[in-house]
Every structure is written in C-alpha cells, then in structure tokens.
C-alpha cells in the first residue's frame, strides 16, 4: 500500500547506506534474518519491540532509583556540611556539588532575545521544526534547505501482541 511519502521515498537514498559503525550493525543483523517469509519477520520483530518494551520499563525504574539515591546522598552531604569528597575504605570516593539545568519554557522569547542580544549566529532550529520544513518543501516540489539530507526508510507498525 502507498504511502504519503512512497513517491518521493522512491527518488531519496536508502538510509540503510548511509554509513556509520551502527548502520554497519544494523546490515549485518539484517543478513542474518535475510530470507525469511512475512511471518516470520514479523516474528522476530514483534519479538525484538517486546525485548525492547521490556527494556525500557527496567530503564526508567533504574533510571527513578538513581535519582532517588541521588537525591538523598545531596541531602545527607548537606546534613553532614560536607565540602570535599569522601573516600571509601576500598579506595573509592564520592562527591556532590551544586549543578544548575537550563531550558527553554517560552521559545520565541528566547529567540527574540537572542537576536536583541547579537546571539543569532548560535540559534538553530530543532530536529522536528527542521523535518517539517524539508518535508513541505518536498510536498510542494521546491529544494530542501541547503546543508539538510533526506532519505528514505521503512517505518513498521505493529498492533496487538
């Protein structure tokens, strides 16, 4: 069945020969299924996406662990007033300091600012903003943003188990 994009898809590159050590990964995973029907790709995939769901929910229990340990090691070092690192009997050491994080809550005003402040040279647009517009200009024939490369692949969707 044809998609959206299958008519431009057909002109771009195959993403699959663009190179890189985790593509290479990918082809060599790719001839070791090669031959199989349908089914059993489908298989395999349903198989692999389970693995990978799997994956993920240990991650972000691992991930809320961490953070909470964090959490409470910051907590204690300030407790204990520490300023230096601690070390451990077997040689290892621990240390907390004070970070900041920094993100963007109003884009555009960040933008305007940027631009009254002489920061334009560092504004970039985002991978998503990016895609949009090379894909309308595809859709209405025009040429892609200099410096941008589109290829093609094949998104698989499954449904059910």
């Given at each position: 069945?044809?998609?959206k994009w299958t008519a431009i898809a057909k002109t771009l590159?195959?993403?699959?020969?663009?190179?890189?050590?985790?593509?290479?990964?990918?082809?060599?995973?790719?001839?070791?299924?090669?031959?199989?029907?349908?089914?059993?790709?489908?298989?395999?995939?349903?198989?692999?996406?389970?693995?990978?769901?799997?994956?993920?929910?240990?991650?972000?229990?691992?991930?809320?662990?961490?953070?909470?340990?964090?959490?409470?090691?910051?907590?204690?070092?300030?407790?204990?007033?520490?300023?230096?690192?601690?070390?451990?009997?077997?040689?290892?050491?621990?240390?907390?300091?004070?970070?900041?994080?920094?993100?963007?809550?109003?884009?555009?005003?960040?933008?305007?600012?940027?631009?009254?402040?002489?920061?334009?040279?560092?504004?970039?647009?985002n991978a998503k903003r990016l895609e949009g517009i090379a894909?309308?200009?595809?859709?209405?024939?025009?040429?892609?943003?200099?410096?941008?490369?589109?290829?093609?692949?094949?998104?698989?969707?499954?449904?059910?188990?």
């Amino acid at each position: 069945m044809a998609g959206k994009w299958t008519a431009i898809a057909k002109t771009l590159p195959r993403r699959e020969a663009e190179p890189g050590s985790f593509q290479e990964r990918v082809n060599v995973l790719k001839d070791e299924s090669r031959g199989l029907n349908l089914e059993a790709l489908a298989a395999k995939y349903r198989q692999v996406r389970s693995e990978k769901d799997e994956q993920e929910v240990v991650e972000r229990g691992i991930n809320a662990r961490q953070m909470a340990l964090e959490a409470l090691l910051s907590e204690l070092w300030v407790a204990e007033n520490r300023d230096g690192p601690y070390f451990f009997s077997d040689g290892s050491r621990i240390e907390v300091h004070d970070a900041i994080s920094v993100r963007a809550s109003d884009p555009e005003a960040v933008v305007a600012w940027s631009k009254l402040n002489g920061y334009e040279r560092f504004l970039t647009l985002n991978a998503k903003r990016l895609e949009g517009i090379a894909k309308a200009a595809l859709e209405s024939g025009q040429e892609i943003p200099a410096g941008v490369v589109v290829s093609a692949y094949s998104l698989v969707k499954f449904s059910g188990k």
